[in-house]
């Protein structure tokens, strides 16, 4: 599957961006995704990850109430709608499909869009 995400830019603390990832290559809606973010000189960490169907939801405990992960597998696409930006969530995010073992694991995605840099100024 070919994964690209857009939406990134730079937004002042308290801002709001709506990240988008467009799948393509396999059926979309048969892969569990999930968003992940890395910062300067930091490893990859999980930020949000979402069913097949979308009805289940997970999120990192300093996302969670201000972000918001959703997908729409007919239009074989994926979002992070992100509200009250702080400038601890300046990153590189990734959108990710999971291919085995955990979920909150980047290890666990096979596949990878090329990221899309989040700058939060203070």
């Known amino acids: 599957v070919q994964l690209q995400a857009s939406g990134g830019g730079l937004v002042q603390a308290g801002g709001s961006l709506r990240l988008s990832c467009a799948a393509s290559?396999?059926?979309?809606?048969?892969?569990?995704m999930g968003w992940f973010r890395q910062a300067p000189g930091k490893e990859r960490e999980f930020v949000a990850a979402i069913s097949r169907s979308g009805r289940s939801t997970y999120y990192e405990a300093s996302v969670k109430g201000r972000f918001t992960i959703s997908r729409d597998n007919a239009k074989n696409a994926m979002y992070l709608q992100m509200n009250s930006l702080e400038p601890e969530d300046t990153a590189v995010y990734y959108c990710g499909a999971h291919f085995s073992g955990s979920y909150y694991s980047p290890g666990g995605y096979g596949y990878w869009g090329q990221g899309t840099l989040v700058t939060v100024s203070s």
């Open positions: 290559g396999r059926t979309f809606s048969s892969d569990f």
